[in-house]
């Protein structure tokens, strides 16, 4: 039982790529199952499980056209039960995706909805007889799309098959909650609240998102007594320094924390190929850790998702120095500050993955930049930009071993040489190391609980600081060149990913150190 958020260490799973039981290509819940030991010996005690309800899949389960309906693909409601059972008697809390700013067109409240402009289901979206403002979609083109019904237009902030949900109207509000509610009493720990902060709508705004009535709406929804124990996670986009109280802060019963993306803004779009400093990268992560202790919320801290390119590959490198790199990375994400957030397969060190060919990708988002590029530049370089940004890289199949198997969308390219059971008989193993990690999380309460510090920010290394009482760890990471490096006087190792320590720091080196208290000098 965790005794507060903080203890929490988070693993996402992507239902349809962690693991497929039956061989059809498609992941599952009896797959998950199978692998509740693996994420044991892992040691983390929370996941977040993305979309597995009934859609059409154009966004890849993201368009949800029934909030209650499970994939058949995934399983069924036996399945999950027994799942978040299982997950529960391994210590294991489960929050699950809430997507609450739009459905898919084939959800039947926009079915009746587009039927005529007096259905009672035509107030659940957003319709306009012309487009109130030039809001462009996330994945391409205006986010007002005319339907010939009617004649008029509806708001679609992300694919067309995606409409907006009308928060305005009490009866969405309430759909909504008895969504929550539905899952909450299937026992689930909370959710993670995807692009919440879209759901009030401000027409004057030149962009989408933070509407007047947002932090109305969450409070609403979640300062429910039912929702009084429960975690809550929003994706906001939005959150900075100035509104991150209005979201988190204890006493307005909104959320437990939200997502903010500053450290994952740097780069000049997704399918910019320039790599961002990790000198940047670590300045933005503790930036906001500071603004979070300020309110007394806890930060969360990630640097994957499903919609994020590897980490090893954005920010690290995923050749000669990609265990270097994998494990530094977790390193920062597990013992910097805040709630830790993993995606499935990072604790593998999985890099992106390399397809010649558009017909292999399946993202919306890729799909939809591929359109408007093709033809504008030399179609090699725009696959490139492609490898590198998609949002695909994080959704193969989990390569639990080098066997090619039957899957939804093309299969990891590295798979023969990047995989689970590959990793885990290696001398130098990514898994190792991150089970390393989570246990001195798990042992020292300085990294859940302690007081979080910057001590050293260069263009070369970053040295931080975590303590509680007596008790101060120093964590060294070098951004991938040899450099020298402080010298850490009256301190002992504890972890390192290199064999030895040496005068100075080698390429994404990371070291632990453990500072001597008295008496033990
Ligand atoms: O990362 C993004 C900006 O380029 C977008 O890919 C992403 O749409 C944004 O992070 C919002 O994400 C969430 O809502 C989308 C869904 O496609 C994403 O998978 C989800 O995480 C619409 O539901």
Request: glycine residues 6%.
């Amino acid at each position: 039982m965790l005794k507060t958020d903080k203890e929490r260490i988070f693993y996402q799973i992507y239902p349809k790529s962690f693991c497929d039981s039956n061989g059809d290509g498609v992941g599952d819940f009896r797959g998950i199952i199978s692998k509740i030991p693996y994420l044991k010996e892992l040691g983390i005690n929370s996941v977040w499980i993305s979309p597995f309800f009934e859609s059409p899949g154009v966004d890849s389960g993201y368009d949800i056209s029934d909030y209650r309906a499970i994939d058949p693909k995934i399983g069924t409601m036996e399945d999950f039960e027994e799942m978040v059972a299982l997950f529960h008697k391994n210590g294991i809390d489960v929050i699950l995706d809430f997507v609450a700013n739009h459905t898919s067109t084939e959800h039947v409240w926009f079915q009746q909805s587009k039927k005529s402009k007096d259905n009672p289901f035509r107030d659940y979206y957003i319709w306009r007889k012309t487009p109130p403002n030039d809001w462009q979609s996330t994945f391409g083109g205006s986010a007002w799309e005319f339907d010939e019904t009617t004649g008029e237009y509806y708001l679609r902030t992300f694919a067309k098959e995606q409409a907006d949900l009308n928060w305005e109207n009490p009866n969405v509000r309430k759909e909504m909650q008895a969504v929550v509610d539905f899952w909450l009493e299937k026992g689930v720990n909370g959710f993670r609240c995807d692009v919440l902060d879209l759901i009030s709508k401000d027409f004057s705004s030149p962009e989408n998102g933070s509407g007047p009535k947002l932090h109305e709406y969450i409070r609403e929804l979640f300062s429910r007594e039912n929702c009084k124990n429960i975690f809550t996670v929003g994706e906001c986009w939005s959150a900075k320094k100035e509104n991150a109280e209005l979201f988190c802060k204890k006493d307005r019963k909104e959320l437990t924390t939200v997502f903010a993306f500053h450290h994952l803004c740097l780069d000049n779009g997704r399918f910019c190929m320039e790599k961002p400093s990790l000198k940047a990268v670590c300045e933005k992560l503790s930036k906001w850790q500071k603004v979070m202790s300020d309110i007394g919320a806890p930060a969360t801290v990630f640097l994957e998702n499903h919609d994020q390119a590897r980490s090893v590959s954005r920010f690290g490198d995923d050749t000669k120095y990609r265990f270097e790199s994998a494990t530094a990375l977790g390193g920062l994400v597990l013992l910097h500050g805040g709630i830790p957030f993993l995606y499935q397969g990072q604790e593998i060190g999985f890099t992106n993955s390399y397809h010649q060919n558009i017909a292999e990708f399946d993202d919306a988002e890729t799909l939809g930049y591929y359109a408007i590029e093709h033809g504008k530049t030399d179609e090699r370089a725009l696959m490139e930009k492609i490898n590198f940004g998609s949002r695909d890289n994080p959704r193969h199949l989990i390569s639990w071993d080098a066997e090619r198997k039957k899957s939804w969308i093309a299969p990891y390219s590295r798979q023969g040489e990047i995989n689970v059971a590959k990793d885990r008989s290696a001398p130098k193993s990514v898994f190792a190391f991150y089970q390393s990690l989570i246990a001195l999380r798990k042992r020292e309460n300085c990294f859940t609980e302690g007081e979080f510090e910057d001590v050293e920010l260069t263009d070369d290394y970053y040295v931080f600081k975590r303590s509680l009482g007596e008790k101060t760890f120093f964590v060294a990471f070098a951004f991938g060149q040899k450099c020298a490096a402080p010298k850490m006087e009256n301190a002992e190792v504890i972890l390192n990913n290199y064999p030895s320590v040496g005068d100075g720091l080698m390429p994404y080196q990371f070291i632990v150190y453990q500072k001597k208290e008295k008496g033990n000098r």
